[in-house]
T-cell receptor, first 119, second 109 residues
């Protein structure tokens, strides 16, 4: 199994250009997430999906759009890139298990990241 | 929303030393994970531990959910332990994880 993969690994854009980042997972996970990580900081959630055809906003959704047309893929789009979107982008996926004690198990697994620079 | 604080922010150790990293969170959590981000930027799962204690080799973790903290213990540290350690939590009814700002560890040979 490849786990979680991200395409591309690196990209340089000019201000105003658009691009799409692709995340793919082969673990049949229901949940998928897009995060960004800025220098010296933790990860911040951009958007996430709880299943095929569904998406929801995270902490920092402005300037991004997402789509989950297939269960295994989660796309992150930048319609008009800005220098403030220079960052490392991580995708993650997870599955959930409802446990006998009415809690739920949900462990995330991450892709290798995409380093994006907007000039 | 829930706040996640990690301490210390930076830590420098000699090879062979032990350390304890702490993660405090401001609300009840349903899920908690510890990650190691290596110097190449890769995020590696260390523990899924919403409560209780787990051990994996030189690493162990304890979460005391009722007191809203988790601890990561690293024993006999090695230079390959260097990197940033993150705690991430999610609350009941949501699968959105919130990350702490991390502890940056450097282990000297």
């Amino acid at each position: 199994n490849a786990g979680v993969t991200q395409t591309p690994k690196f990209r340089v854009l000019k201000t105003g250009q658009s691009m799409t980042l692709l995340c793919a997972q082969d673990m049949n996970h229901e949940y998928m997430y897009w995060y960004r990580q800025d220098p010296g900081m933790g990860l911040r959630l951009i958007h996430y999906s709880v299943g095929e055809g569904t998406t929801a906003k995270g902490e920092v959704p402005d300037g991004y759009n997402v789509s989950r047309l297939k269960k295994q893929n989660f796309l992150l789009g930048l319609e008009s890139a800005a220098p403030s979107q220079t960052s490392v982008y991580f995708c993650a996926s997870s599955y959930t298990l409802e446990l006998a004690d009415y809690t739920s198990y949900n462990e995330q697994f991450f892709g290798p990241g995409t380093r994006l620079t907007v000039l | 929303g829930i706040q996640v604080e990690q301490s210390p922010p930076d830590l420098i150790l000699q090879e062979g030393a032990n350390s304890t990293l702490r993660c405090n969170f401001s609300d009840s959590v349903n899920n908690l994970q510890w990650f190691h981000q290596n110097p190449w930027g890769q995020l590696i799962n260390l523990f899924y531990i919403p409560s209780g204690t787990k051990q994996n080799g030189r690493l162990s973790a304890t979460t005391v959910a009722t007191e809203r903290y988790s601890l990561l213990y690293i024993s006999s540290s090695q230079t390959t332990d260097s990197g940033v350690y993150f705690c991430a939590v999610s609350t009941s009814g949501t699968y959105k994880y919130i990350f702490g700002t991390g502890t940056r560890l450097k282990v000297l040979a």
